[in-house]
């Protein structure tokens, strides 16, 4: 499965605990990165300064459903369960 361009839940649901430019401490769960443009585009895609996790993402079906209002749902819900 490919991303879907403008979804950009993975980039606000998740916590990231590694530095991002503008974020050096990374980011909470539910906050949106600053590297995320005004159309839910990655500012520092293929760029050395992204975040090896933020990289190594792969779209799936069961992270990002079928829109994007149910990845940003599945992406906090798993985020949610695995912060306990």
């Not at 760029?47 to 933020?54: E, G, K």
């Amino acid at each position: 499965m490919n991303c879907r361009l403008g979804c950009g839940a993975c980039c606000i649901a998740p916590s990231i605990s590694s530095g991002i430019p503008g974020m050096p401490n990374g980011k909470a769960p539910g906050e949106r990165c600053v590297q995320l443009s005004d159309d839910n585009l990655c500012l520092i895609f293929g760029s050395p300064d992204r975040p090896a996790v933020c990289s190594d993402f792969e779209a799936s079906l069961d992270v990002c459903g079928d829109s994007n209002e149910e990845a940003l749902w599945l992406i906090t819900n798993l985020e949610s369960q695995t912060s306990q």
